[in-house]
C-alpha cells in the first residue's frame, strides 16, 4: 500500500464486508486503550499529553496531536496517538500505538530514559503502517508532569517532542 489508492486491499479468502477501512480499525484499537485504561486509574500512573511528530521521508510528515497512557507495571507504558498535520503540502495524519520500558520510572525531579517500539499508520500523500522505534528521555518520570524527546525510526527518522501530565495513584512512591 505504498501510495495513495481508493481501494482497500483485501484478503483473498475473506469477503471484503469483513475489511473494515484502516481509519475505523485505528479508531477501535484507540477506543479500546481508554476503555482498558477506565478501570485501573485508581491502580496505575494514567498519562495525558500533547506531542509532535516530526519524520524524515519522502515526503517529510509534521503532526501534531493528542496522547494518552497508562502504566501498566512500573516499569512499562503503553500509549496510543493520533495526530494531525502537514505532509508535501497536503493534509496528513498518524496514530502511533507503542510499548515503553521505562529506566526511571519514579524519579521525580530530573532525567530519565527509556525505550519505546510499536506501530505506526500514516495517511497523507503516502498510506503507510510502519514500524516504530525509539529512544526518548524524559522530565520527571515519576512527577505530576515532565516533557519528553524521543528519537528513532518509523517512517523514515522520527522525532518526537511533547508535554505529558499524569494522574498519581494513592501512596505513589516515587524517588
Not at 495525558?48 to 524524515?56: D, H, K, N, R
Amino acid at each position: 500500500m505504498g501510495c495513495r489508492s481508493d481501494r482497500w486491499e483485501q484478503h483473498p479468502l475473506l469477503p471484503s464486508s469483513l475489511h473494515p477501512p484502516l481509519e475505523l480499525s485505528f479508531a477501535a484499537a484507540l477506543l479500546s486503550l481508554a476503555l482498558l485504561a477506565a478501570p485501573v486509574a485508581a491502580q496505575r500512573v494514567v498519562e495525558l499529553g500533547v506531542q509532535a511528530v516530526g519524520t524524515a521521508s519522502d515526503p517529510a510528515v509534521l503532526v501534531a496531536g493528542p496522547v494518552v497512557a497508562v502504566r501498566t507495571t512500573l516499569r512499562t507504558r503503553l500509549s496510543a496517538a493520533l495526530a494531525a498535520g502537514v505532509s508535501d503540502g497536503d493534509a496528513a495524519w498518524r496514530g502511533e500505538l507503542l510499548a515503553y520500558f521505562l529506566l526511571n520510572p519514579t524519579r521525580r525531579g530530573g532525567v530519565g530514559a527509556y525505550g519505546a517500539g510499536g506501530i505506526a499508520v500514516a495517511r497523507g500523500p503516502v498510506d503507510q503502517g510502519y514500524i516504530v522505534l525509539a529512544l526518548g528521555i524524559e522530565g520527571s518520570p515519576g512527577g505530576r508532569s515532565g516533557w519528553f524527546a524521543e528519537a528513532g525510526v518509523g517512517g523514515g527518522a522520527r522525532l518526537a517532542l511533547g508535554y505529558r501530565w499524569r494522574r498519581l495513584p494513592p501512596g505513589w512512591v516515587a524517588e
